[in-house]
């Protein structure tokens, strides 16, 4: 019994470990996500998708070794262990959760990557509608025509 509790710890540690590595791969994914959205320079969507893939592979790794560890967690009396068993089931749907979380962001970051190119082509758009903007204003010919005549009439009036 006090073997079964200190493996559920140790479990219960893993995925807290687990966890925040999760949410630091969510931090990293808004910060490539503004990175796509503000430079230029951006890294290649084969880029930014291998560099998930080692992060979240991983993480995979470790919820599937989780699972495994608590899946061998072995059963005792039921009546002795049932404190045990309801942990023993908390753990298990939190690591199911985290497992259908670190998919999400798997989603999320595919979803992004495919969406990247209308990202920059929207913001190549944006920039070339404000620098035509910014063009210089053209004359208007007749005006033009008009102060030429004047100066003209002036030159003349000189000579």
Same mark, same amino acid.
């Given at each position: 019994?006090?073997?079964?509790? /200190?493996?559920?710890?140790?479990?219960?540690?893993?995925?807290?470990?687990?966890?925040?590595? *999760?949410? /630091?791969?969510? &931090?990293?994914?808004?910060? *490539?996500?503004e990175a796509a959205?503000?430079?230029?320079?951006?890294?290649?969507?084969?880029?930014?998708? #291998?560099?998930?893939?080692?992060?979240?592979?991983?993480? %995979?790794?470790?919820?599937?070794?989780?699972?495994?560890?608590?899946?061998?967690?072995?059963?005792?009396?039921?009546?002795?262990?049932?404190?045990?068993?309801? %942990?023993?089931?908390?753990?298990?749907?939190?690591? &199911?959760?985290?497992?259908?979380?670190?998919?999400?962001?798997?989603?999320?970051?595919?979803?992004?990557?495919?969406? =990247?190119?209308? *990202? *920059?082509? /929207?913001?190549?758009?944006? &920039?070339?509608?404000?620098?035509?903007? #910014?063009?210089?204003?053209?004359?208007?010919?007749?005006?033009?025509?008009?102060?030429?005549?004047? =100066?003209?009439?002036?030159?003349?009036?000189?000579?």
């Amino acid at each position: 019994l006090s073997n079964i509790s /200190e493996e559920m710890e140790i479990a219960r540690g893993a995925m807290e470990n687990t966890q925040n590595q *999760v949410n /630091e791969v969510q &931090h990293q994914l808004g910060i *490539v996500r503004e990175a796509a959205v503000n430079s230029s320079g951006n890294p290649s969507g084969a880029d930014l998708n #291998q560099q998930l893939q080692a992060t979240l592979g991983p993480l %995979q790794a470790q919820v599937g070794q989780l699972e495994g560890k608590i899946n061998a967690l072995p059963l005792i009396d039921p009546i002795v262990t049932q404190g045990q068993g309801e %942990q023993l089931q908390g753990l298990q749907t939190q690591l &199911h959760d985290l497992s259908t979380r670190l998919d999400n962001v798997a989603t999320q970051f595919s979803s992004e990557m495919a969406n =990247l190119p209308n *990202v *920059v082509e /929207e913001k190549v758009q944006t &920039h070339v509608s404000t620098i035509r903007d #910014q063009a210089v204003p053209q004359v208007d010919e007749s005006d033009k025509r008009e102060k030429i005549s004047e =100066l003209d009439s002036l030159l003349a009036d000189l000579s």
